[in-house]
Nanobody, 115 residues
């Protein structure tokens, strides 16, 4: 079982930056993939970024060039650096881990971008 605790959300003006953190109770090396999802108002949850245990990464098209996912194995923590934020980035952001063939979710952190 993996416990995920997110932090770092908040209110920011358009064009600003935030860094989300996701602290995992297991070593990142043992987790197949760490992901950030988001769910905006009235929208379905969508995958934003992925970091694999091998160091590979994936980004949803709308965040490419603006968001960066990274991991600190010593801290068992994954980060999502979000730059040039837009109002349409407003959402609850969730950390997700796929581990031992199971899906684990954090509690979510709210990101609000004002225009």
């Amino acid at each position: 079982q993996v416990q995920l605790v997110e932090s770092g959300g908040g209110l920011v003006q358009a064009g600003g930056s935030l860094r989300l953190s996701c602290a995992a109770s297991e070593s990142l090396v043992s987790i197949n993939a760490m992901n950030w999802y988001r769910q905006g108002p009235g929208k379905q949850r969508e995958l934003v970024a992925t970091l694999t245990s091998g160091g590979g990464s994936y980004y949803e098209d709308s965040v490419k060039g603006r968001f960066t996912i990274s991991g600190d194995n010593a801290k068992n923590t994954v980060y999502l650096r979000m730059n040039s934020l837009k109002p349409e980035d407003t959402a609850v952001y969730y950390c997700h881990a796929y581990y031992t063939r199971k899906n684990y979710w954090g509690q979510g952190t709210q990101v609000t971008v004002s225009s």
